[in-house]
């Protein structure tokens, strides 16, 4: 599954509050996969920049991307990442090292840098992490935990989720949530019982007690 991931992140005062946005599509079938504002605590823009690439490759190997097209607007990390420039700086060193170790976990990716204007949605989740002090989670179109091909070939009578909304006929069935959303799950009370949505990938969650 090919996916795109738009990232960004900054910090008020460098260092300062930070937070880091992350944003997933599948490109096969333009759906929106992921997207979230991640709070950071302080630290600086750069560290922040290589976090919002950590969260979002670790992301993708929990939907079990393959394939991905990384998009940032921060040119010194993605020539770093690419190999370009040096990291001199030893508070990116072992962010450097970290991000090199989960890519290699990938079949094939590729690292671009683009404009701020070509990196919207990703800055604004930022920011809106960034005004709430805690992660924000934005809009997802499907469930991370099985993609619309696999939910095919699982689809049975039972056990199923259906969207009554949904007019294709598809189900999903999801066989194990998404490490985030069990986490997430575990820190609510009966009080939040009913519609959640994962604040760490977006999904939409069903909670009771």
Excluded at 177 to 188: E, G, I, V
């Amino acid at each position: 599954m090919p996916v795109s991931i738009h990232i960004d992140g900054g910090a008020r005062g460098n260092p300062g509050p930070a937070a880091c946005g992350v944003v997933i599509r599948d490109l096969d079938a333009d759906l929106l996969l992921h997207e979230a504002g991640y709070f950071l605590g302080v630290t600086t823009n750069n560290e922040a920049e290589y976090q919002g690439l950590l969260h979002g490759l670790k992301v993708a190997l929990e939907i079990g991307a393959k394939d991905l097209s990384i998009i940032a607007d921060s040119q010194l990390m993605v020539r770093q990442v690419m190999g370009q420039y040096k990291v001199k700086a030893p508070n990116l060193k072992p962010l450097h090292a970290k991000a090199l170790e989960l890519l290699a976990q990938f079949d094939h990716w590729s690292f671009d840098h683009v404009l701020r204007h070509l990196n919207k949605r990703a800055d604004e989740l930022a920011n809106r992490a960034m005004d709430a002090r805690k992660t924000v989670a934005g809009d997802a179109t499907k469930t991370p935990v099985l993609s619309a091909a696999q939910s095919a070939k699982t689809k049975t009578a039972d056990d199923l989720f259906s969207d009554p909304s949904n007019k294709s006929g598809l189900s999903i069935k999801v066989l194990e949530p998404a490490a985030c959303c069990r986490d997430y799950a575990k820190s609510l009370s009966a009080d939040d019982a009913g519609k959640q949505r994962c604040p760490q990938c977006g999904a939409l969650l069903m909670i009771s007690f």
